[in-house]
């Protein structure tokens, strides 16, 4: 391109640019060259600047040393043209926590109840014949007793107001962790830009406009940009478009570089031209109203007709919005890869919460059905009352109070603390495990790790150091196993070998100084180029003069390394019009496209097949088995007169290849690494080594690792051969096939993406074996993507990991290290335990509490335990309990047992013997002290009283027994293998004894002082004694059910299955969706309204819209195709729209349902709405 700036001066750059700074462009200017696409790009770039040096000169910025970093500077820019930075959506205040957690429906029939109960306390019936109302105007003589009968209300008001408090304080603390994961998810990002003639890696925030980055494969990019120089640069811009196809981006054919876009292919610079709000992610932000999307909970996914699944970008989702440029796209964009399933407790959870939720509600609408009719027949047939208008009040009275009783079981039975464990355990296991080097990115993949009964590993710096060396080479018809002298080797093929591997290496890569004094120097960039530097160093030669003397920009051409090339070549320009070409990969694949070798004396000789074979017979395997990964360097002339080759016919350029030289390099296991496999292998999860190395290598560090034992029968297969044996004549993959295959696999080399996919989703969805498998992967490489994303739980490397395996992943690592796995599991086990210890404890105080709750209300027309009463028992045992039993810290002790795996019921034989033998227990002492109580303590019956009469003393002692023998019970619920120590370890959870001995003292201080509004009655020391005693009681009682075996209890049922195979659903849960309490996202179900939905699929379409026509959005730019849309379609629709959304973008622009409406239901404009 010309540099034509002189000849066409930009109309008003100077005038303009007066104001704005000194900078000859304008933000506006800058904006509106972003929204060009392609050849209208390149030409307006020519039009108004000349070039992109026209840009950078303008910008003040140089294309090769960067910005000075002059902090005044960059202020300019960044008040100028924007920070870098999409500001989050304001995190919902406590108040409307609070509303939210007033939505609780259980709570609702409280309030209501309440209020009733309050409204006719106050309501005094004038006069009238009290008698004539029968027994149900008993205890009203005493004036000042009947007046007190609003506490009753008043205090079920107030304890819903603690439960609200609670929940929206558990609320906000869990978001307000959320937004500290999130910030620190967004400090460890950073970015490559050149300042002062510095590659130096910045916060993606501090990136302005100007800026000189350096990107290359694998990066998410932070900002939009112009391309100024490329390599073979190849982008993913799904994200924007849609589109799934790779977009060449070129300086003459498309220099457009756009935010949150991944590098696919390539490496090069670009100049940042838009930042923050004012780039392409921050404009679909801003269009999409981000504030006022509230209610946006789904990330809505299209489909094109061909099928091809894309997504429309970026809905604002709550955790999407508290982060800047590059974390908006990440957590909005999940891509549409595959699905993954519930987490698997998420699945048996959800269940059990339903079942016991019928079950309550079948008990209370029983428990109020039989009292009313009690009452009514006892009233109205044997006292052959009749039914006078003055004794309405009084009868609602009673009416009410049977309703509230109802309620109270209804609350009792529906194990409401149950999300709150879940979160409490999570979140909590979240924060200790950052302590352990895994940053947790999905709350819910540190619970599913604990399941996880595979983990298919990388090798290369998960189970190795990732510090490569050359240990051994092969040049000049030489097997040096160690690093040879440089004078040994003739100075010809050094000189060769030294330019080879300093050009043909991303510039990027270099070996620095240590940073303390004696230790090693530090690897930048490519763990493998860095190794062959090390060998230029080695054979005491410098690389860096060979690069400033060819600099990036003069490099003809680059085939950049990628996972199916496997290999790397730079072109040069010779200067007698001439090519010469440098190559370097994996050796059995560049030795295959070799056909002559550098001799000793320096001088190409022919290599044919044969030779080859041998080669590798004699020095290549040999190098392998001792576990080196072999690299082979090559080079190729075209000479002048041949004229310029066809650079995009790839498979004719890399051939007939001189080989330079073949080395092997070491990558050592880590030191930690064995003993990890081996607690793993013990805790009955398989390892698998998933590797592109080559099997010899690949099988001698799994030896090392023990993936590999000795003398047992495994199979270590290459990419081609597993295909061969999984897939069909057609290619395609058979679970059946795949099913002989992965049981006995342990290492699998030469594996391409597809392969590693193909295998995780084969092992996830296989149904041999016992118990369904659940998976875990880590990978680094952009290529792990889509397995990371398909696994259960994708670990990602936080050191070595490019952005697009971040991304894809549930948990990074941020030390890169195997070990951390191992830690994850334990915390996962940690996790599910901590549930099922909460669940034991929770279901043994329901089962009674109902119990008593029915059997006390039907044979006594009163329950002996208050709704005040019962609230305060779901208190300590679902608040409290939770926090006390959810935060038991992890022992090593968790790795000795197998996984649970998918199937497993959440509730075993053993915690359902613990459940029904401490229900006994408990039942027995309640119903004894019920109906014999005032006997055995010498006081007066409580049974029978009139309403509004004062507390009894027999009441609260069985009230006061049941709380104590509750306490008790925490204490064996803290074992669930069926354990005889419950104390073991109980000094390790200060958390616990606190919260014990905490809610002992609340208990003495409501029994002692809570009077009316508790319904109690102050106790004696002796009675308290006893109260105690009888909770002691639960203990010895433990010991005895701990000693029944459990095999002989046969008839007992486990409870909360996983999802078995045929009812997995195909929904994926977004990560923003509360996605723990499902029983309560079945009630909201039916608010989402269609109007609503589908006003917001015609923003995200005037959105992609946009961006495909690269127009500004007007609303409506769509054109709607008016159509009468049926009730049928509203009802199908609005069901569909409620369950994450899939909703087909058809080339006509019409809206179809794709997810279950039969007819397309196409939105006209008046229905829709503009």
Same mark, same amino acid.
């Given at each position: ?888 810290? @992890? ?126 009655? @102050? ?152």
């Amino acid at each position: 391109m010309a540099n034509n700036t002189a000849d066409h001066p930009p109309g008003n750059s100077v005038a303009e640019g007066n104001h704005d700074g000194d900078f000859g462009v304008t933000m506006k200017e800058l904006k509106d060259l972003m929204t060009q696409r392609s050849a209208e790009a390149v030409s307006k770039i020519q039009e108004e600047f000349g070039d992109v040096q026209g840009i950078c000169r303008r910008l003040k910025t140089s294309p090769i040393e960067g910005l000075s970093g002059n902090p005044v500077d960059l202020e300019k820019r960044q008040a100028l043209f924007g920070k870098n930075f999409i500001p989050p959506k304001k995190p919902k205040t406590f108040l409307q926590l609070v509303w939210e957690a007033l939505q609780d429906v259980t709570l609702i029939i409280l309030e209501i109840a309440a209020i009733i109960s309050l409204g006719l306390s106050f309501y005094h019936p004038p006069g009238g014949n009290a008698e004539a109302c029968g027994q149900a105007a008993g205890g009203v003589e005493d004036e000042g007793e009947s007046q007190a009968g609003w506490i009753e209300g008043a205090a079920i008001l107030f304890s819903v107001i603690i439960v609200v408090l609670v929940t929206a304080f558990n609320d906000w603390s869990k978001e307000k962790q959320f937004r500290g994961l999130q910030n620190r998810i967004e400090k460890e990002q950073k970015f490559t830009v050149i300042r002062k003639g510095q590659v130096i890696q910045i916060p993606v925030a501090e990136i302005v406009v100007g800026d000189i980055a350096q990107i290359k494969y694998g990066d998410l990019l932070p900002a939009d940009g112009i391309l100024i120089q490329g390599n073979d640069l190849k982008l993913d811009e799904s994200t924007l478009t849609g589109e799934t196809d790779q977009v060449r981006k070129s300086l003459e054919k498309d220099p457009m570089l756009l935010s949150g876009t991944h590098v696919m292919e390539g490496s090069g610079r670009m100049m940042v031209s838009a930042v923050g709000l004012n780039s392409q992610t921050g404009i679909i932000v801003t269009l999409l109203g981000s504030s006022e999307h509230e209610e946006e909970k789904k990330v809505k996914k299209t489909k094109t007709q061909d099928g091809i699944a894309l997504e429309i970008q970026p809905l604002k989702s709550d955790e999407a919005a508290e982060s800047e440029e590059k974390e908006e796209v990440k957590q909005v964009k999940k891509v549409n890869v595959t699905k993954k399933e519930k987490s698997v407790l998420q699945g048996k959870l959800t269940r059990l919460a339903v079942q016991i939720g019928k079950a309550g509600l079948f008990m209370s609408a029983l428990t109020v059905i039989i009292l009313i009719v009690y009452f009514a027949i006892d009233t109205f047939g044997v006292q052959k009352r009749a039914w006078l208008a003055e004794c309405t009040p009084i009868y609602i009275q009673y009416f009410v109070k049977f309703f509230i009783i109802g309620v109270t079981v209804l609350v009792v039975a529906v194990p409401e603390g149950l999300p709150l464990a879940v979160t409490i355990s999570l979140a909590y296991s979240v924060k200790k495990m950052m302590k352990d080097n895994n940053l947790v990115r999905h709350l819910d993949a540190c619970e599913t790790m604990g399941n996880a009964t595979a983990i298919c590993s990388d090798k290369t710096g998960t189970l190795t150091m990732n510090r490569m060396t050359v240990v051994q080479a092969y040049i000049g018809d030489t097997h040096y196993k160690s690093v040879p002298e440089p004078d040994v080797i003739n100075p010809g093929t050094v000189d060769i070998l030294i330019n080879s591997i300093s050009v043909n290496s991303a510039y990027t890569t270099k070996i620095l100084p240590p940073e303390q004094e004696g230790g090693l120097p530090r690897h930048v960039g490519n763990k493998t180029e860095c190794a062959l530097l090390g060998l230029v160093l080695d054979l005491k030669r410098d690389y860096q003069p060979i690069r400033e003397e060819i600099p990036e920009e003069k490099l003809y051409k680059v085939y950049t390394f990628n996972s199916s090339r496997k290999s790397m070549s730079t072109v040069l320009k010779n200067a007698d019009g001439g090519f010469r070409m440098y190559s370097k990969g994996a050796s059995e694949i560049v030795l295959r496209k070799c056909s002559r070798i550098l001799d000793a004396q320096g001088q190409p000789r022919i290599f044919k097949p044969k030779d080859r074979d041998e080669m590798v017979r004699k020095v290549i395997e040999p190098m392998a088995c001792d576990g080196l990964r072999t690299i082979c360097v090559a080079y190729r002339d075209f000479p002048a007169e041949a004229g310029e080759p066809n650079w995009d016919k790839e498979n004719e350029i890399l051939s007939e290849l001189t080989c330079i030289a073949v080395v092997g390099i070491e990558d050592p296991v880590r030191p930690e690494v064995p003993e990890a496999i081996a607690k793993c292998q013990r805790a009955g999860i398989t390892v698998r080594m998933v590797t592109g190395d080559n099997i010899n290598t690949a099988r001698s560090i799994a030896t090392k690792c023990g993936i590999l034992l000795p003398g047992e029968d495994f199979l270590c297969l290459e990419g081609k051969e597993f295909n061969q044996q999984i897939r069909n004549d057609k290619g395609e993959v058979e679970q059946e096939r795949l099913d002989k295959v992965w049981p006995k696999l342990r290492v699998l080399a030469r594996s391409s993406p597809t392969d590693k996919h193909t295998l995780v989703k084969g092992i996830i969805d296989s149904t041999v074996g016992e118990t369904r498998q659940v998976v875990a992967v880590t990978g680094d490489g952009t290529n792990d993507g889509p397995a990371l994303k398909k696994a259960d739980v994708g670990f990602a490397m936080g050191i070595a990991g490019t952005d697009v395996a971040k991304e894809a992943s549930d948990i990074i690592l941020t030390d890169d290290n195997f070990t951390s796995i191992v830690k994850a599991v334990m915390w996962g086990r940690n996790v599910y335990d901590s549930i099922s210890k909460f669940l034991q404890f929770q279901l043994t105080v329901n089962v009674v509490a109902v119990i008593v709750a029915f059997t006390g209300a039907c044979i006594t027309q009163d329950s002996p335990l208050k709704a005040v009463q019962m609230l305060w028992v779901n208190l300590i045992m679902d608040t409290l309990a939770s926090l006390a039993l959810a935060t038991e810290p @992890p022992t090593e002790s968790l790795l000795l047992r197998k996984p649970y795996g998918r199937d497993k019921p959440l509730i075993s034989r053993t915690m359902m013997k613990n459940i029904l033998g401490h229900a006994v227990y408990q039942l027995i002492i309640i119903f004894t002290l019920l109906f014999a109580g005032e006997k055995f303590f010498d006081i007066d019956s409580g049974r029978n009283t009139p309403l509004h009469s004062p507390p009894s003393e027999h009441y609260t002692i069985v009230f006061n027994v049941f709380v104590m023998m509750q306490l008790f019970n925490e204490i064996n619920a803290r074992k669930i293998h069926g354990e005889r120590n419950v104390f073991e370890g109980v000094y390790k959870n200060p958390i616990f004894c606190s919260v014990v001995l905490g809610t002992f003292a609340l208990q003495i201080i409501i029994v002692q002082f809570g009077g009316k509004p508790f319904s109690c009655h @102050p106790l004696a020391i002796d009675q308290w004694l006893w109260c105690v005693f009888i909770g002691v009681g639960e203990l010895l009682w433990g010991q005895l059910i701990t000693s029944i075996p459990t095999h002989h209890l046969k008839f007992l049922k486990e409870a909360g299955h996983g999802i078995t195979k045929e009812e997995i659903h195909k929904e994926e849960l977004t990560e923003d969706t509360d996605e723990i309490d499902h029983a309560e996202m079945e009630l909201r179900r039916g608010q989402i309204l269609w109007f609503r939905g589908l006003n917001r699929i015609q923003t995200q379409m005037d959105v992609v819209y946009t961006f495909q026509t690269g127009q500004a959005a007007v609303p409506g730019a769509l054109r709607r195709q008016p159509s009468v849309v049926s009730q049928h379609n509203d009802a199908t629709a609005a069901k569909t729209l409620s369950s994450p959304t899939h909703v087909g973008l058809s080339s006509s622009s019409s809206v179809t349902n794709s997810a279950g409406a039969p007819p397309p239901a196409a939105a006209s404009s008046s229905t829709a709405g503009n």
